[in-house]
């Protein structure tokens, strides 16, 4: 055994005679099997959850909208500076949500919790970030965003907000002063 060199050979002899009955230890590995789940069929009724996110989204929804000139939209009897000072960042979004790896399914019901998040706490613009991938999001996220009441405008976020990778939506909330 070679010894370090900032030990002294009493230290070392101090040490050998410390561990001299000792033995090394068995590593005891466990590991755990999956648990054997068999996908089962959906045949109850709905959840109440499930029913509202299915009353706002609609997969089959088509809008008449024409996005040759970026992602935008804004309600008619909103007014279109407001719509121009979003896609500026000029109003800057208080809360984020990230789709990323969600399902269709998933994504629909992480918006509406949004949603309903930034009426609750009176936020009126919000990034939401459906990334790359395959694009299916990217490409159903805005046909979701036109059911609903709640979504005055949206267009795609300014890079520093997440770019062609997210849209800003301006919400319909409620005045706090009013309530």
Known sequence: MKKPPSTSDDELQMFLDAVSGSKKL????????????????ATAKPVAS???????????????????????FR????????LKRLKRGDLPPELFLDLHGLSKAEAKQELLGLFNTARKEWIDVVSVMHGQG??????????????????????EAPREYGGRN??????DTPDPKAG
Do not use: M, N
């Open 134 to 155: 395959f694009g299916i999001l990217k490409r159903q996220l805005p046909k979701w965003l036109v059911q609903h009441p709640a979504v005055l405008a949206f267009c």
């Open 26 to 41: 068995q590593q005891d590995t466990i590991r755990h099997a999956r648990a054997q789940t068999k996908p089962t069929r």
């Open 75 to 82: 309600q008619p009897d909103l007014a279109s500076h407001q």
């Open 50 to 72: 499930e029913k509202q996110v299915d009353q706002f989204f609609s997969d089959d929804y088509e809008p008449l909208l024409d996005f040759s000139q970026g992602v935008e």
């Open 166 to 171: 997210a849209l800003l939506v301006l919400l």
